[in-house]
T-cell receptor, first 118, second 114 residues
Framework: KAGVTQTPRYLIKTRGQQVTLSCSPI?????VSWYQQTPGQGLQFLFE???????NKGNFPGRFSGRQFSNSRSEMNVSTLELGDSALYLC?????????????????FGPGTRLTVL | QKEVEQDPGPLSVPEGAIVSLNCTYS??????FMWYRQYSRKGPELLMY????GNKEDGRFTAQVDKSSKYISLFIRDSQPSDSATYLC??????????????FGKGTLLTVNP
């Protein structure tokens, strides 16, 4: 089974621009979660999508948005980039939405997209 | 106080040493406790997860949870250079309604020297 794939792997943008990152989950997985990883703050939850609906959102400004398509692929968009948005953006897929998992439902992470904002 | 605190290290040990990695958490509502391993330029991968207080063993790895102290640990026996990575503790926490999210520690960078 192919793992979670993310494109692009590396990206360089300048302040004020916008960026779109893509995530393809493991086949059959319908839940995609996005995380931001920085040295200062660690791994922080951005949002969760399940069946094309945002189910869950972390404490990030509205500049961070996402969507999920009918094939479960997901995109994340960051508008008006700031220097502090430089980070590794990770997506993780799982078979169930967090609200539907009785016990722990494993999340499988992709390799991430390294975004650098200059 | 942050929800999850983890000593970032770095931690450097000789091959064969026993490694102890620790996290503390603030909210007794936290449920499942996980340890992830992240190699350089890779995403995190799940090592172990546990729910109840006590020990859970898997090969050279032992996860320990003490809910009364809000303290979790990961022990690595007979550490190998291939164990060199960042280790992240994580917890499944309520996120409003019936939703949950994973909250992570900042990670401990471990280097095992041959």
């Amino acid at each position: 089974k192919a793992g979670v794939t993310q494109t692009p792997r590396y990206l360089i943008k300048t302040r004020g621009q916008q960026v779109t990152l893509s995530c393809s989950p493991i086949s059959g997985h319908r839940s995609v979660s996005w995380y931001q990883q920085t040295p200062g703050q660690g791994l922080q939850f951005l949002f969760e999508y399940f069946s094309e609906t945002q189910r869950n959102k972390g404490n990030f400004p509205g500049r961070f948005s996402g969507r999920q398509f009918s094939n479960s692929r997901s995109e994340m968009n960051v508008s008006t980039l700031e220097l502090g948005d430089s980070a590794l953006y990770l997506c993780a897929s799982s078979s169930l939405a967090s609200s539907l998992a009785v016990s722990y439902n494993e999340q499988f992470f992709g390799p991430g997209t390294r975004l650098t904002v200059l | 106080q942050k929800e999850v605190e983890q000593d970032p290290g770095p931690l450097s040990v000789p091959e064969g040493a026993i490694v102890s990695l620790n996290c503390t958490y603030s909210n007794s509502a936290f449920q499942y406790f996980m340890w992830y391993r992240q190699y350089s330029r890779k995403g995190p991968e799940l090592l172990m997860y546990t729910y109840s207080s006590g020990n859970k063993e898997d090969g050279r790895f032992t996860a320990q949870v003490d809910k009364s102290s809000k303290y979790i640990s990961l022990f690595i026996r007979d550490s190998q250079p291939s164990d060199s990575a960042t280790y992240l503790c994580a917890m499944k926490v309520p996120a409003g309604g019936s939703n949950y999210k994973l909250t992570f520690g900042k990670g401990t960078l471990l280097t095992v020297n041959p």
